[in-house]
């Protein structure tokens, strides 16, 4: 199982970026997938979650309306739009992949350890 996580770079403050993680050995058809980020000298913490589905999408209240997950399962990918990017969105992100009933819960579904599979991260830097 790999994931690979794609697309960060260096961007102004108000830009936009779009993360892709793509998906080998499992289907994310059975699997909800997350984006979490690590800024320098912080915890990792959830940014966004999408259902195995596809039909449910959840986001960390510091990226509601700016940022919007989807999926795409013919093609095992998942990819996170940011838009309205700040400097405090600067950080590692990484893409992981969990059971599909993990996001049932609220706690469930921002709690690292009920992800299985990780994705090596990608840089994203918001300048001011």
């Known amino acids: 199982v790999q994931l690979q996580a794609s697309g960060g770079g260096l961007v102004q403050a108000g830009g936009s970026l779009r993360l892709s993680c793509a998906v080998y050995?499992?289907?994310?058809?059975?699997?909800?997938i997350g984006w979490f980020r690590q800024a320098p000298g912080k915890e990792r913490e959830g940014v966004s979650c999408?259902?195995?589905?596809?039909?449910?999408?959840y986001y960390a209240d510091s990226v509601k309306g700016r940022f919007t997950i989807s999926k795409s399962n013919a093609e095992n990918w998942v990819t996170l739009q940011m838009n309205s990017l700040k400097p405090e969105d600067t950080a590692l992100y990484y893409c992981?992949?969990?059971?599909?009933?993990?996001?049932?819960?609220?706690?469930?579904?921002?709690?690292?350890?009920?992800?299985?599979?990780w994705g090596q991260g990608t840089l994203v830097t918001v300048s001011s």
């Open positions: 992981a992949a969990a059971p599909a009933s993990t996001l049932r819960s609220t706690r469930a579904r921002w709690t690292m350890a009920n992800y299985n599979y």
């Open positions: 050995g499992l289907s994310s058809r059975y699997y909800a």
């Open positions: 999408i259902s195995s589905s596809g039909g449910e999408m």
